[in-house]
């Protein structure tokens, strides 16, 4: 999912507000996959209501995602992150408001921070995360797309020979059936003109 790497201490100037972030997290994340930038606050005073958890790109102050009045607001998310993130709301309560961002490309690569507010106006609580997205190693392409080619060879070899063998099993059951359907018939036929049914039947009918 993404890899913690060390904290720092900085401080980051936004258009609006001055704004002192006790610490960054490095995370790292791979293409395609999923990432989880971590972001906790103190809950002791906070209202599911009240509560207003908003991440942001600093650099460009565009929104990666909006949460307010109990609600997630794509309205106001930009339109690269749409229908890529998610936050935990049953979390959001407990002082997680973590976000989650599935399908990384590399264009995701920057820092993003995570304004909290609670039911107190004045409680505005910060958290950066710096993500760094890479390209999946050659290493596990190769490892891959060689599992991918065995998978696809294993059927081509296997499937014919299972064909083959469901093909033999029915043509002995239908020969089986049509041995017994023969066998049957000739011991009625046998039954039929036997000398002890000629004698039963010359008794019955001079009796």
């Known amino acids: 999912m993404g890899l913690r790497l060390k904290n720092l201490t900085i401080t980051i100037l936004l258009p609006w507000i001055s704004v002192c972030v006790g610490s960054v997290e490095y995370i790292t994340g791979r293409v395609n996959e999923t ?6 606050f103190d809950s002791r005073n906070s209202n599911i209501k009240e509560l207003v958890i908003t991440w942001q790109l600093p650099e460009t102050n565009r929104v990666v995602h909006s949460f307010y009045e109990e609600l997630d607001h794509p309205e106001y998310q930009a339109e690269e992150y749409k229908g890529r993130t998610q936050l935990f709301l049953s979390e959001c309560i407990r002082g997680n408001a973590t976000l989650q961002i599935m399908s990384l490309i590399l264009a ?4 993003y921070i995570c304004f909290v507010h609670t039911d107190d106006r004045n409680d505005r609580q910060t958290h950066l995360v710096n993500l760094n997205v890479t390209e999946p190693d050659n290493n596990e392409v190769d490892s891959e797309a060689k599992s991918t080619t065995s998978l696809y060879v294993t059927l081509l070899l296997v499937t014919p020979f299972v064909l083959g063998l469901i093909i033999c099993f029915r043509m002995k059951q239908k020969k089986k059936h049509l041995v017994m359907a023969n066998t049957s018939k000739m011991t009625s036929c046998m039954c039929y003109n036997s000398p002890g049914m000629d004698m039963l039947w010359w008794i019955q009918n001079t009796a």
């Open 108 to 111: 995701d690569s920057g820092e």
């Open 35 to 40: 990432v989880l930038l971590p972001c906790h």
